[in-house]
Nanobody, 121 residues
Framework: QVQLVESGGGLVQPGGSLRLSCAAS????????MGWYRQAPGKQRELVAS???????NYADSVKGRFTISRDNAKNTVFLQMNSLKPEDTAVYYC???????????????WGKGTLVTVTS
């Protein structure tokens, strides 16, 4: 069984920074793409940033230049450094991983339970 566990959310003032972490554990053969999504109250879940196993990244236009995604392949961990936070960044942030649980199995989509980020003065 694969688990993704996020940490690092919290309350921060506008202009502040937070760093989210997500560690994948359990029965893992390999980890492909990993990413962060967010869902604000009353809105659909949206992609924030993603990163391939080779390190190629993709960002939502709303966070480009402010957020940085990175990963530690040896530890099956993905990070999201969030700078210059704005009130509109307030949301539950979810970690996502495309993970192959066993050899010869296809990659499956796994989600963490989410961590709340609140940006307010």
């Amino acid at each position: 069984q694969v688990q993704l566990v996020e940490s690092g959310g919290g309350l921060v003032q506008p202009g502040g920074s937070l760093r989210l972490s997500c560690a994948a554990s359990g029965s893992i053969f390999s980890v492909n793409d990993m990413g962060w999504y967010r869902q604000a109250p009353g809105k659909q879940r949206e992609l924030v940033a993603s990163i391939t196993s080779g390190g190629s990244t993709n960002y939502a236009d709303s966070v480009k230049g402010r957020f940085t995604i990175s990963r530690d392949n040896a530890k099956n961990t993905v990070f999201l450094q969030m700078n210059s936070l704005k009130p509109e960044d307030t949301a539950v942030y979810y970690c996502n991983g495309k993970i192959v649980p066993r050899r010869f199995m296809p990659a499956m989509n796994y989600w963490g339970k989410g961590t709340l980020v609140t940006v307010t003065s």
